[in-house]
């Protein structure tokens, strides 16, 4: 359930209709638009009766939510939502191309690489610190180490900083330095994770479990919006299937999906989905052009001695290749 | 193996080739290309020594072929092909777009529909007179009526006519009044319609199976190639995975792999693939960008009585949009 | 619609049903059972109004039947039909054990591996003289040659004879060789093929696509009934996944699914499924246990050299463990 | 690489050689067999010389092992392993249920069920005190609250107690009231709390995450066995398919799978896979004589009134038939 609020309501009456929601064994969580405000019902099981919500000054409506997620949902949040990290905007019509290292490796590669993607108009870098590895004999990446790398990297090109949480531990840690917060697919339905990824004061980057439909993606979202971060980018990186000529088959057709049932913005990775430099080019072409927010993309200046996945960083030209094609399709859009 | 042949080889030279690979138990099949002519050896199960060939007149070399596939493949083949039907151009640069409703209903129905088509830039029809359907109650297509109304079309409108044969008995049909005979994705491993596609003198349009890889997929496309007939055009029209937000998830990967492993076109079934006409634009243009060499459009003037899969079927004013972005998206590519 | 006659209605009382049907300008498919007939409308878009039929002799009631297939389902025939192909019946309790080779090789091969599996308790014997190969460049099968080698076993070895048909061609042929005509799965969804195969008088044995629901397999077990053969055995094969340790996944979930939905019974297929010799014992004794009317098993005296899919037969001494492992699990059931 | 002692090497040729592994940058984890001891070097990236260890006293052989996984492998620990949980052994010959409700309502609810699966012969109660579940607004289970309670079922009725945890806090809770410590699908990759739980003294019960190869879930089994706990238990549950006459695909062919690969027993539950309870006994059955070690089964004195997933509890009666029927196939095992 959905009380909106009319355009002229004030934070007074906003207030009220919390405390009378609480009376009724409710919580009711506040989500201001741009010309007004609604407060979600939640903790419902059933339906709820809202006679007395709406008798209460400032109330225009009271909407039914049928889908099970509620503050995720265009139905409650119709206009897009455009999450800002620093001066960058994602969701707001210009495509944010996120690049980097699959791991932070060093701080003479990170910063190699930093400004080469820099110099080619990346606006975040990306690299990770703490590595889900499906091994625990692998590299699992540099920890609190990785992290200050990425604090230089940020001081040294202005470049905001993206980077993955795997645990409460590392999640603490990485709040501390990143400027987003990536839960990677692993770790989509984490759902201890994502409680406490709901409780940061920073963007999160959530990407798409190997095997989840549109539906259980969006619940993962709404675990963290549940506990009132608002700003989360999701992020689709190929889903599980027979085919064989990708690592997975990345699917575009979510993008038209999290539109029709989503306010929040939607980026694509095509590197992880591909498993394959030479198609990160293409798909990318492909994710811009159906309509996604933005770009997650591998690049190493050395893909032949990366530490991890060098098979689907790009090459430096490749990269450089791919920003000019993304400028120019923009024009189109 | 494939024997290639000098630049200035000769006809005579050729056919001495042939001849002797014939001599050696196998079977030469001779692959025209823009600069010199090149013969694949068919029917060896292990190595095949090629001394005797190298000696030969014309002779350049001789090529080990990995991969199972041969014909389609564009090891042997490294210049991609341009399918010519009329005077439209399948691979050539500009992508093509082929439109219509699911069935032909009518000949009311079919000519309203080609008109508006037409109209908006595309340059083939499509329209199916016999239908493959899971149930054996459901409409199965007008038949030998069907393709006359498809005739009529091409006479009035002037489009080409591409439709689907489901069996031997269709496939006769099919091929005395289409300009492209269409080969559903439930038949692509239906091996003895593919031979007998194979013997036509007429493009084919192989859409890629529900569980097939792009191996089996290529496979397919050499029954078609190995009878002789070396107009093939690929379509990918989604496969079936966990996901269902879309009635199968759309691989635009395919696109990339099958430039990388055939020289055959490839264009994109968005309509089937999604099953949802509001997803076909955006997915349209991410097939485009990614490359695709065309689009196979479901549209109807009213698809609220469409006798087939209505709902997936673009409203006129959507296939107007559609046509308009793809023009301006091509200004882009 | 189902019209379900009286327990004691007359021939004559059936064939009126049938010809009101026909006036109603619908077909009426008779469908006896042990108790009573009951006659499917078959052809009726949307719903049927049955006042008029109610109202003739011998009619005892009408039955909506939702579900998309009529004739398949154990709505409309509520016992599990026991499908006789000479002495052997399958369905009625006892598993049934067809095995053989893969692919008829030669009369030496057919009739070791024939006295082989006879001597251990199989009851049909199988061998592909038709086969569907993924390449155009392997071995296809001996045609009528395996055929007559096919002959030639049951009249040496007394086993009834379960081979494939690929196309109308072969379906003609085979049917004047076999007992039991098999459908491969790669035509689960060739419409002609189930039809021709529907006007035989032949049980029809017909494999699960690889990407086929439940629903799909009956509407293509459906098609064939429609034509009026009743004599359709389900064989659950493996359908295809992510999961790449077995060649496919055997969904033995199947048998239960396919119990609940129709009367056919159900064999299974463990050799395609694993594509692995050794998985093959355990998971027929898993089989059996869920409930399987019957085994597909795949055995050759010399796995080594079989011309195709030597990887999945089994060794003739682990045939011989597989039927008396089988032999003491029957006692279990 | 695994070093194999002699069958008479000591305590201290052991730790000799565990040292002279620590010297070469790496660490040795012994693996004591029931005729001798191997020890595990893990940290390699590359391969090892074994030069030096091989001229140590009581070394025996060096294998180098090929596969991801280590500790888990078949190739290290031949013989299987049996995990012994109070007197309960799991993977000893004789199949242990495992049953109970999906969560812990009440300590009524509790005490109802565990008499009733007791007195049909299940040797551990399972039961959830906290759940992962898709929504937010689901109710997350009793808490300590709930262990508290299963701690009461343990006292009252001698069954030993699985429960799962889903992150770091649940762990520490849970292990100090389980007997075993379940870990769910979707936690099959939070190696976080994989880590955690192999440095418990308890026996942990491993799911198969939903889109899991066997390779990729050993080696989550690898995580918790290289931090020393070898007591895992595997659990098939299910794969994510397109197939929907189940909630998930039932891969019964992961029991010769991991039987080839591994050491460890495997259970199965069938409850999950299905969603449906009618289908629970016959996969059952398939279950234990495709192999399974034990099965993982949902009861519920109330299913209709069931706080979660009643749909797929078994009634009383029917885990009563269940009991009755796993204990006559035994007999043939």
Known sequence: MLIVMKNDATEGQVQAVIREIQKMGYRGVPMPGAIRTAVCIIGNKG??????????????????????????????????????VGDVKIGGGEPVIIAGPCAVESEEQALTIATLVKEHGARVFRGG???????????????????????????????????????????????GYADIVQIGARNMQNYSLLRLAGQLNKPVLLKRGLAATIDEWLMAAEYIM??????????????????????????????PSIREASH??????????????????????????????????????????????????????????????IGRLKQFL
Chains 1, 2, 3, 4 share one sequence.
Do not use: W
């Not at 200050?148 to 590392?170: C, F, H, N, P, Y």
């Not at 990160?280 to 001695?305: C, F, K, Q, T």
């Not at 996945?309 to 030209?317: A, I, K, T």
């Open 47 to 84: 339906p709820v009766d809202a006679t007395q919500l709406l008798s209460l000054e400032g109330v225009r409506e009271a909407i039914p939510v049928t889908k099970p997620y509620k503050l995720v949902s265009r139905e409650t949040h119709p206009e897009s939502s455009v999450i800002s």
């Open 129 to 175: 610190a703490f590595k889900p590895r499906t091994s625990p004999y692998s590299f699992q990446g540099l920890g609190e180490k990785g992290l200050k790398i990425l604090q230089k990297v940020r001081r040294e090109t202005g470049l905001l900083i993206a980077t993955e949480a795997i645990d409460s531990e590392s999640l603490s840690l990485v709040a």
């Open 226 to 255: 549940s506990e009132g971060n608002t700003r989360v980018i999701l992020c689709e990186r190929g889903i599980r299937t027979f085919s064989d000529n990708t690592r997975n088959t990345l699917d575009l057709s979510a993008i």
């Open 264 to 325: 929040l913005p939607i980026i694509v990775d095509p590197s992880h989905a591909a498993g394959r430099r030479d198609y990160v080019i293409p798909l990318s072409r492909g994710a811009i052009a159906v309509g996604a927010d933005g770009l997650l993309i591998e690049v190493h200046h050395d893909p032949a001695h990366a530490l991890s996945d060098g098979m689907q960083s790009l090459y430096p030209q490749q990269f450089a290749e791919l920003m000019d094609e």
